[in-house]
């Protein structure tokens, strides 16, 4: 008897971790898109998906627009953010170095949870799940409806990337940007746009695990910081650059911090993306993909 509520335990952390790190992946994913084209870390990821849980949460409660009206209305506002931040706090840069894009995205960063804590408040916010919150149940195993729409979207933006980038012109624009920028320059590719598409794109993606993610764990203007950390932990995990890598690391993340909270102590579950990340680091800084990581788009 102890064993078979063991193993219903085991499963009730691993499809909680799934979730986890299906979230912590679609993160990644964004700080990837944004990484292959211009080799720069945007530390205001995390406020896309902030962003994406609030405006949601206005659109849809607040307003009391229909569920999939709200839902594109939100994409689309986060999208305009990402925009303007490129427009805004990347393009003016003077010296465009690596490090001065990568504490400009910082300086964003603040301004944008600042902004949310001024609109919002410091309250969390919750979210009416897509699908009602009773549970589903299955041989024992407590199921959350919601769960299965956080995977079934991260599954959606990895097919819908991949089929972007090589059977569009726009995806293999960026993949082209990615590889060579002055060779994309050379060829009529407007490089700038293509930075512009890339946090466009980001941002819609944090938009939706922001979205997916405030049914579950609620959402408040300070949630940013710690999900771009877990984002970045899972995306040099899996290789930084690599797409199938930021859905693995972020997989593997979100099965450490659940079965570290559910069998180790729960008061440390945000340490754990942090104690993997310097694993990493230490052991294996290409991360686990870090050879797809080398190839960036072409091997998505």
């Known amino acids: 008897m ?3 509520a063991f193993s219903h335990q085991l499963l009730q952390f691993m499809v909680t971790g799934l979730t986890v790190g299906a979230i912590y992946a679609m ?3 964004g700080f990837n898109i944004i990484y292959n084209v211009t080799e720069v870390l945007n530390l205001a990821q995390g406020e896309f998906v902030m962003l994406g849980g609030l405006v949601m949460v206005f659109i849809h409660v ?3 627009l229909p569920l999939v009206i709200a839902f ?3 994409v689309l506002v986060v999208t305009v953010v990402g925009v303007l931040l490129d427009r805004l706090a990347i393009r003016p840069v003077r010296q465009p170095t690596v490090m001065a894009l990568i504490i400009a995205t910082v300086a964003a960063s603040m301004i944008i949870k600042g902004g949310a804590m001024l609109i919002w408040g410091k309250n969390p916010y919750d979210l009416p799940a897509f699908s009602g919150r009773e549970p589903i149940v299955v041989g024992g195993l407590v199921l959350q409806s919601q769960y299965l729409w956080v995977i079934g979207f991260l599954v959606i933006i990895a097919i819908a990337l991949a089929l972007f980038f090589n059977r569009t012109i726009l ?3 960026m993949r082209a940007c990615a590889d060579n920028g002055d060779a994309a320059r050379l060829v009529g590719i407007n490089v700038r746009q293509m ?3 890339a946090f466009g794109v980001s941002a819609a993606i944090g938009a939706v695990a922001g979205i997916t993610l405030t049914p579950i764990a609620l959402m408040d203007y300070d949630r940013g910081a710690m999900l771009a950390i877990k984002g970045f932990a899972a995306a040099i995990l899996g290789g930084l650059g690599s797409f199938p890598g930021a859905i693995l690391g972020g997989v593997i993340l979100g099965l450490i911090e659940s079965f570290g909270a559910g069998f180790l ?3 440390y579950k945000d340490a754990y993306a942090l104690i993997v990340l310097l694993l990493v680091l230490f052991v294996r800084p290409s991360g686990i993909l870090g050879s797809m990581a080398v190839a960036r788009f ?3």
């Open 72 to 74: 594109a209305a939100t």
């Open 195 to 197: 930075v512009l598409l």
């Open 62 to 64: 607040s307003l009391g």
């Open 2 to 4: 102890e064993s078979f």
């Open 265 to 267: 102590m729960s008061g």
């Open 298 to 300: 072409k091997r998505f």
């Open 171 to 173: 995806g293999k624009a």
């Open 27 to 29: 993160v990644a994913i």
